[in-house]
């Protein structure tokens, strides 16, 4: 699935992963390909992005999720 995680400075990351692990505001979760839609809320924490490769991890500050067709779009207040 693509994923793209954005800041109002710079994106962070933008290509294709198998996993995406979120800091939601009710709790973590995790996203997998064909995941049905979805846009939530995030807290201050870790997101990890799964790839075939490596995993990365980077810390946000807060933002918001969006998930449709394949595609989650993470948008963050900040990187810290």
Do not use: C, R, W, Y
């Amino acid at each position: 699935m693509q994923v793209d995680l954005i800041t109002p400075d710079k994106k962070a990351f933008t290509g294709e992963a198998f996993s995406v692990v979120l800091p939601g505001i009710s709790g973590q979760f995790e996203i997998l390909e064909n995941h049905a839609p979805l846009v939530g809320a995030l807290k201050a924490g870790i997101v990890k992005i799964k790839t075939k490769t490596e995993e990365l991890n980077f810390s946000i500050s807060a933002g918001v999720v969006e998930v449709l067709h394949n595609k989650v779009s993470l948008l963050a207040d900040s990187l810290t």
